[in-house]
């Protein structure tokens, strides 16, 4: 039988194997204390070698010849400079001043991993609410980040008064057009929704030749883009005794009324008729100087970049200068995507734009 340790004893042993678990726990811990100090020094080490995530030196294709064209030079500096790229933004022009040609190139070679961006103007959109067989692209699948967009004002001499020869059907009224689908379109609408007959006049392409046209008499009524209807040129065709009718899409100047209040001044209701969102639509389109969009399977991440690069670049001088040049005003974060969704009439609206369309298109062709 084994003798008990005198407490003497007992106490020294137990001292002793506290201090030894004591060290070995300190040990313990003051390696996993220069592991982990190791780890942050290799972590830092990567940080400081890798570069901050960046977007792919992105090629920009410049869809036709008009508005785009203008905004592009200034665009693409703006955005090389306030979007994260491993290099300067490359342009590509585009042939055609509708930007269809653009679009189609646009929607045949991305897939939205190249870093390939679309400036386009509004009239291919307006191509592709009338079912144009020149479209074959889907612009509901873009991604918008920067819009330039404005408000057309229709101007010329109509009696809109209701009357025997209007409740009829047989009021005409020649519109100045580049063609009968082309970015005068909402102003075809719009007559028609008025009661009235539209005759489109085609070939006149430049608000200069339009109002010269006006002037002739050879036309009642003219589409005038935002940089051509400013508050002194409506002034000076006033007293010529040519009328501001109404303004289409979102208007900055109030002393033209929409086309909306119009109606309703007029007709003493809100618009019902079929093509009514179809005008809308289309005339909404049709204000859109420029818009910068990728394509839809852009990852988030880089969706994101550019579209906070994007409202740096809204406020740049350059920018703000060329949107007060051309009567436009420049839309940038969450307002883009609602905008752009406005584009888009539904189902029965796009539907009845074409049964519309195919209805007047024979007569306007034999003219």
């Not at 977007?55 to 994260?84: K, Q, R």
């Not at 390939?116 to 699948?141: C, E, K, M, N, W």
């Not at 918008?144 to 047989?170: E, K, Q």
């Not at 189902?347 to 007047?360: C, D, I, Q, T």
């Amino acid at each position: 039988m084994t003798r008990p340790l005198p407490p003497a004893t007992r106490r020294s042993v137990l001292r002793a194997s506290l201090s030894l678990i004591t060290g070995a726990t300190a040990l313990t811990a003051g390696v996993a204390r220069a592991a982990q100090a190791d780890r942050l020094a290799d972590l830092q080490t990567i940080a400081d070698i890798r570069p901050a995530p960046t977007v792919v030196a992105p090629t920009m294709i410049v869809a036709g010849t008009s508005g785009p064209a203008l905004w592009a030079p200034v665009l693409a500096p703006a955005f090389s400079e306030t979007l994260p790229t491993d290099g300067a933004i490359t342009l590509q022009p585009t042939a055609g001043r509708d930007g269809v040609t653009g679009a189609n190139k646009f929607e045949s070679q991305n897939a939205g991993e190249n870093g390939t961006t679309l400036l386009v103007p509004g009239t291919a959109i307006v191509a592709a609410l009338t079912g144009s067989s020149r479209v074959h692209f889907d612009y509901q699948r873009w991604l918008p980040v920067f819009l330039s967009i404005g408000s057309p004002v229709v101007v010329g001499r109509v009696d809109f008064r209701r009357s025997l020869r209007m409740l009829i059907g047989d009021h005409p009224v020649r519109v100045a057009v580049s063609t009968p689908d082309g970015p005068e379109l909402p102003t075809l609408l719009a007559m028609t929704i008025l009661s009235m007959r539209p005759v489109p006049v085609s070939g006149i392409a430049s608000s200069a030749a339009a109002l010269d046209a006006l002037r002739k008499g050879e036309v009642d009524v003219v589409q005038l883009p935002p940089d051509a209807a400013r508050p002194a040129m409506l002034q000076d065709l006033a007293r010529e005794g040519f009328e501001a009718l109404f303004a289409l899409g979102q208007q900055t100047d109030s002393t033209v009324p929409d086309f909306t209040s119009r109606f309703t001044a007029l007709r003493g209701h809100a618009p019902q008729h079929p093509l009514y969102q179809a005008c809308y639509g289309a005339a909404m389109a049709a204000g859109i100087d420029a818009a910068l969009v990728l394509p839809m399977l852009t990852p988030p991440a880089q969706t994101a970049r550019w579209r906070h690069a994007a409202q740096l670049a809204a406020v740049r001088p350059e920018v703000t200068a060329l949107a007060r040049q051309y009567g436009t005003r420049v839309v940038t974060g969450p307002d883009v995507a609602t905008l752009f969704r406005s584009l888009t009439p539904d189902l029965s609206g796009v539907l009845a734009l074409r049964r519309w369309l195919a209805e007047r298109s024979p007569g306007w062709r034999s003219g």
